[in-house]
């Protein structure tokens, strides 16, 4: 079992940077791939960034390239997203996960995820 417990979520303008933190129970942290995907109002959830256990391969949606930059350390059991350049448009609840690297699974897709955090709000004014 792993509970995951963002931070780091709030208001700011649009250009701003903001640092998301997920924080993970539990000893078996660097065997999950970590992943932080997205809820907009009246969307679906979208995937925005994922990290692998140990060699720290990332993937990121194209939306959000080049603007996050996703990371994590095993010894403190967190995962961070670094984000910068911040438009209105990210606005969205910001959800942590992490998930077993079992074959066929993609660290881009939802259900290759086992636990999810509760989400923090992130605000993006224009």
């Known amino acids: 079992q792993v509970q995951l417990v963002e931070s780091g979520g709030g208001l700011m303008q649009a250009g701003g940077s903001l640092r998301l933190s997920c924080a993970a129970s539990?000893?078996?942290?660097?065997?999950?791939?970590m992943g932080w995907f997205r809820q907009a109002p009246g969307k679906e959830r979208e995937f925005v960034s994922a990290i692998s256990r140990s060699v720290g391969i990332t993937y990121y949606a194209d939306s959000v390239k080049g603007r996050f930059t996703i990371s994590r350390d095993n010894a403190k059991n967190t995962m961070y997203l670094q984000m910068n350049s911040l438009k209105p448009e990210d606005t969205a609840v910001y959800y942590c996960?992490?998930?077993?690297?079992?074959?066929?699974?993609?660290?881009?897709?939802?259900?290759?995820?086992?636990?999810w955090g509760q989400g923090t709000q992130v605000t993006v004014s224009s």
């Open positions: 539990g000893r078996t942290f660097s065997s999950y791939t």
């Open positions: 996960a992490a998930g077993l690297a079992l074959p066929g699974r993609a660290p881009t897709i939802a259900t290759a995820y086992d636990y």
